[in-house]
């Protein structure tokens, strides 16, 4: 078959003409390989095109060494604890787990995108013991298939997750912990126990809430909460904190905890004096102790930036508090960017400068940054099935990737030269990068580009994990 084809642009171009032929051959498995001749230019260029295992070729290169590096720590062997209600026929109830977790490290984000993603490249599915990763029709069923009690077995592999192969584990000082919430938005109606509630921006809208505690100095996420969404955040403070506790090993490991205004009632602001934790915990309404702010003379608002100012109230007590606690007031005045002037307020027992204080809650920030990254790149926001449970424990898994993301950044990537990298690249970048494998047992040599970005720092350099 010939036609002509001319190509044209500006007048800094010329103009071209290419004369194609195209020669299609079936073969015995049913692949094409088509050879395409073109002239150019009087020389006559043959480009063959077929398919190919990739056996020793993946698209996720560090996918491959993240894998690795969970075989090694026998991190799946955690997984025998989970009784799957659903039967296993072609894959095992952990081979499930580990499609699940790969496709959340390589940023998926739906479960039909492991259909093209994971499936086509057999090669981390081999270092799993499987010849290829299950489709996306058997992960599907398998979180359909979640109950009650295999959601109850998935909370004590997730604790003891974060008990023995976090970042935090690590630790041997105090560890404090941020507590926030975020919405998950379900509107369709086939979502089960979706209801309305309050979602920042989205009134009136349908779907979840999830609470979250998070180690501050490392951000391995220590225990959650998922409810529907008329569930109140605020009532969940006090098993959150306790959930951190049994991790940590027993109160004495809690250091400051952190919590925004959504946290601040009188019922748990008692719970922390009576436990005697430290705290700095952003007041629920505003306009508890507006009262005092036209008796503080102006003088003794302490400057912060163009916008904030904080006055040191001293110990005042709690209001509605069931057994008359007293807190330190720092009072914070913004002026917004319209030029009203608010008013809020911190409760705290610490006894730093008020100013310290205030940048100490600011900080907090990081726990807002991690729930970001984990619903738009670990895409927690897409839920991957209409049912309850089934979501439930699709968001176990999510942040238990997240924590050994965390553990593989420190263990691996540092010491191979990768720094200052966050969880976001990783996801969308780094396990992106394209590697060959040379099987060679018990060790496994991984080569990557040795002009991409990320492995700039890692030329001549061979990694081996043994499994």
Not at 125 to 141: C, M, T, V, Y
Not at 361 to 382: F, G, H, M, V
Not at 417 to 442: C, F, S
């Amino acid at each position: 078959m010939l036609w002509g084809l001319e190509t044209g642009g500006y007048r800094l171009c010329y103009y071209r003409k290419v004369i194609v032929q195209v020669n299609s051959t079936p073969i015995a498995s049913k692949a094409l390989v088509n050879r395409t001749e073109f002239m150019l230019e009087d020389q006559i260029v043959t480009v063959t095109c077929k398919t190919d295992k990739f056996s020793d070729v993946t698209p996720h290169g560090f996918l491959s060494l993240f894998v690795l590096f969970l075989q090694e720590l026998k991190f799946f062997n955690l997984f025998t604890l989970l009784d799957a209600p659903e039967k296993e026929v072609l894959y095992s109830t952990s081979q499930k787990i580990q499609t699940i977790i790969a496709s959340i490290a390589v940023g998926c984000t739906y479960n039909s995108d492991i259909n093209h993603q994971l499936v086509p490249y057999p090669v981390e599915a081999e270092l799993l013991g499987i010849k290829r990763f299950p489709d996306q029709s058997q992960i599907n069923r398998f979180l359909r298939h979640m109950n009650s009690v295999s959601l109850s077995q998935l909370d004590t592999i997730f604790s003891l997750s974060a008990h023995y192969f976090s970042l935090t584990s690590m630790l041997q000082d105090k560890v404090d912990i941020d507590i926030d919430s975020t919405g998950l938005i379900a509107n369709g109606h086939t979502y089960q126990l979706n209801r309305k509630g309050y979602f920042s921006k989205r009134r009136g809208e349908k779907g979840y809430q999830l609470s979250m505690c998070i180690a501050g100095l490392t951000g391995d996420v220590l225990v959650q909460s998922f409810m529907p969404g008329n569930h109140s955040a605020p009532s969940d403070f006090i098993d959150l904190i306790y959930g951190a506790a049994e991790i940590l090993g027993s109160f004495d490991r809690l250091g400051i905890v952190r919590a925004d205004a959504g946290y601040g009632i009188a019922a748990n602001l008692d719970f922390l004096i009576e436990h005697d934790l430290q705290f700095v915990v952003k007041g629920r309404n505003p306009r508890s102790f507006s009262d005092m702010v036209p008796y503080i003379p102006p003088t003794d608002w302490e400057y912060v930036n163009s916008s904030i100012s904080i006055y040191d109230a001293g110990e005042k007590f709690i209001p509605k508090s069931s057994s008359d606690h007293r807190a330190r007031i720092i009072m914070i005045k913004h002026i917004t960017t319209k030029g009203k002037v608010e008013y809020g307020h911190l409760y705290t027992n610490l006894t730093m400068e008020a100013l310290d204080i205030l940048e100490y809650y600011n900080s907090r920030q990081c726990i807002e940054a991690i729930i970001r990254t984990d619903k738009s790149y670990l895409n927690i926001k897409n839920l991957r099935t209409r049912d309850f449970y089934g979501i439930s424990a699709f968001l176990y898994l999510a942040f238990m990737t997240h924590n050994m993301l965390n553990l593989f950044r420190k263990a691996i990537l540092e010491p191979m030269g990768i720094t200052e990298i966050g969880l976001r690249n990783i996801v969308r970048k780094l396990m992106h990068v394209p590697a060959k494998v040379v099987k060679e047992m018990p060790c496994i040599s991984l080569s990557f580009p040795d002009k991409h970005f990320y492995t700039l720092e890692m030329v001549s350099q061979t990694v081996n994990i043994s499994v």
